[in-house]
Nanobody
Framework: QVRFVESGGGLAQAGGSLRLSCAAS????????IGWFRQALGKQRELVAS???????VYADSVKGRFTISRDNAKNMIDLQMNTLKPEDTAVYYC???????????????WGQGTLVTVSS
């Protein structure tokens, strides 16, 4: 069964750091691009960072130089190190394949519960 379990969110002050982790239960994990996405209140979900199976990374301009995505293929884990946090980073953070995993029998994307990051000014 496809499953994503995110953890590590919480409250941080502006300028602080948090590290998010995600355990992914998916087939062929090591070959898939995996991303961290976020959704702020009242906004659409957006891709924050992504890493391919080979380790190539891409970042949204808004987090470039502050966030680092990494993966452990042996453990099916993806981390997101977030430094120099800003209030505008406040959102629920999700991990997923990139593009997001889709259950074609139901026509739905599969998402975890996410982890809430709140950055105070």
């Amino acid at each position: 069964q496809v499953r994503f379990v995110e953890s590590g969110g919480g409250l941080a002050q502006a300028g602080g750091s948090l590290r998010l982790s995600c355990a992914a239960s998916i087939s062929m994990f090591s070959t898939r691009a995996i991303g961290w996405f976020r959704q702020a209140l009242g906004k659409q979900r957006e891709l924050v960072a992504s890493v391919t199976g080979g380790g190539s990374t891409v970042y949204a301009d808004s987090v470039k130089g502050r966030f680092t995505i990494s993966r452990d293929n042996a453990k099916n884990m993806i981390d997101l190190q977030m430094n120099t946090l800003k209030p505008e980073d406040t959102a629920v953070y999700y991990c997923n394949t990139n593009p997001p995993w889709r259950d074609w029998t139901k026509g739905l994307e599969i998402w975890g519960q996410g982890t809430l990051v709140t950055v105070s000014s």
